[in-house]
C-alpha cells in the first residue's frame, strides 16, 4: 500500500476539529438513545413492584368510582366489599378506566371482586329483581348467573411475586 492511500484514509490536521464535533454528536445521540430506551422501564416503574395489579375493562363511563375488593376468605364476598375485603381500593374513574395495585400482598389464595359504583353509595345497586344496575366483575372472569359467585370459583393463587390480572365489567 503507497503512503498517499494511507494518508487519505487517516484524517488530516485540517479534519480534526470537524471530526471532533462529528464524534460528539455522536456520543451525545448514544447516550441520548440509552436514557429513552430506559424510559419504558422508569415509566412502568410501579407495575414492577411485586403485587397484584388489576386492569378493568368495560367501564360504562367516567361517573363515579371503582371499587376493587381482595379477598383471602369467602367471608363476605362479594356482597359485603367494604367491610369484608383484605384490601380494598375505591378510586375515580378517569377516562373510562381504572387500575387498582394491591402491593405488600402476602402469597396466599385470593378472590377479586370489581364494583362501579356510579352513583358512589358504596354498594352494588340493583333493580327491584336483584339485577344489578351497576358494572360489576370477578376474578378468573367469572359470570354471576343466579347469583354472585362462590369465592372458590373467582379464587386464585398468589404466590409474592408480580401478578397482572384484567377484570372485564358487565352490566
Known amino acids: 500500500m503507497n503512503t498517499s492511500a494511507v494518508r487519505k484514509f487517516v484524517a488530516s490536521p485540517a479534519k480534526g476539529p470537524e471530526m471532533r ?7 451525545i445521540v448514544f447516550w441520548a438513545v440509552l ?7 422508569i415509566a412502568f416503574a ?27 376468605s369467602p367471608v363476605g364476598f362479594p356482597a359485603e366489599y367494604l367491610s369484608s375485603a383484605t384490601n380494598i381500593m375505591v378510586i375515580k374513574v378517569r377516562r373510562a378506566q381504572a387500575r387498582c395495585d394491591f402491593l405488600d400482598i402476602a402469597p396466599g389464595t385470593y ?7 356510579e352513583n358512589m353509595n358504596g354498594k352494588l345497586d340493583t333493580n327491584w329483581l ?9 376474578s378468573n372472569d367469572v359470570t354471576a348467573l343466579f ?16 401478578l397482572d390480572l384484567t377484570i372485564g365489567l358487565h352490566y
Not at 464535533?21 to 456520543?27: H, Y
Not at 413492584?49 to 368495560?58: E, P
Not at 336483584?130 to 370477578?138: A, C, D, K, S
Not at 347469583?147 to 408480580?162: E, I, K, T, V
Open 147 to 162: 347469583g354472585a359467585p362462590s369465592f372458590s370459583a373467582a379464587s386464585f393463587l398468589y404466590n409474592g411475586q408480580n
Open 130 to 138: 336483584g339485577i344489578p344496575t351497576e358494572g360489576y366483575g370477578f
Open 46 to 72: 410501579e407495575s414492577l413492584c411485586s403485587g397484584i395489579h388489576v386492569t378493568v375493562l368495560n367501564i360504562r363511563n367516567s361517573t363515579g368510582n371503582v371499587a376493587c375488593a381482595l379477598f383471602e
Open 111 to 117: 378472590a377479586l371482586a370489581v364494583v362501579h359504583d
Open 21 to 27: 464535533v462529528l464524534m460528539w454528536v455522536r456520543c
Open 35 to 41: 436514557v429513552f430506551a430506559n424510559l419504558s422501564d
